[in-house]
C-alpha cells in the first residue's frame, strides 16, 4: 500500500518528469514563441528560481514556505550534475548550469525565436531530468525502465 508521503513523492517526480518532456518537445522545434512557447520558457525560469531558491535555503538553513519543493528540485540537480560533468565537476557547477539555462531561455524570449542549436545546456539538462525521473518513477513502482528504442532499428 502506498502511503501519502510516498504518492505525494511519485507525484513530484512524474511532474518533473512530464515538465521535462514538454520541455524537450518544445525547445526541438525550430519556431517563434508563441504563447505555449512562452509558457515553457517562463516555466524553465521558474523551475531555475526554485533551483535556486533550494540552493539557498540548504546553504542558509532559513527554510521558506516552499522549502520542500525548492530543495527536492536542488537536490535533483545536485545528481544530474555529477551525471553531467562527471569529470568536470567543479564547486560552482550548479551556479554555472543554471546561469546558462537562463541565458538561452532569455536569449530565445528576446530573439521571440527557438532555436534547438541555441538550447545545448538546457536540452542536456532536461533529458537527464527526463531520464532521472523516468528511472525513479518506475522504481517507485518496483518496474524495470525500458530504455529508449534506437533510431531506426540500429544497436
Known amino acids: 500500500m502506498l502511503t501519502h508521503s510516498r504518492l505525494s513523492k511519485i507525484s513530484s517526480v512524474l511532474n518533473q518528469g512530464f ?38 535555503q540548504v546553504s542558509t538553513l532559513k527554510l521558506s514556505d516552499n522549502a520542500m519543493e525548492s530543495i527536492d528540485a536542488y537536490d535533483r540537480v545536485l545528481s544530474i550534475v555529477v551525471a553531467m560533468y562527471q569529470n568536470d565537476l567543479e564547486k560552482g557547477t550548479v551556479d554555472m548550469l543554471t546561469r546558462e539555462i537562463r541565458k538561452e531561455v532569455n536569449d530565445a524570449l528576446q530573439s521571440k525565436l527557438i532555436v534547438p542549436d541555441k538550447f545545448h545546456t538546457t536540452m542536456r539538462f532536461f533529458d537527464h531530468v527526463s531520464q532521472s525521473t523516468l528511472q525513479e518513477s518506475a522504481s517507485k513502482f518496483g518496474w524495470e525502465r525500458d530504455p529508449r528504442p534506437l533510431p531506426n532499428g540500429s544497436l
Request: aromatic letters at 6%; glycine letters at 6%; zero cysteines.
Open 19 to 56: 515538465f521535462a518532456d514538454n520541455v524537450l518537445m518544445v525547445l526541438g522545434n525550430k519556431t517563434q514563441v508563441r504563447s505555449v512557447q512562452k509558457a515553457i520558457l517562463t516555466e524553465i525560469l521558474q523551475y531555475i528560481d526554485t533551483i535556486e531558491s533550494g540552493k539557498q
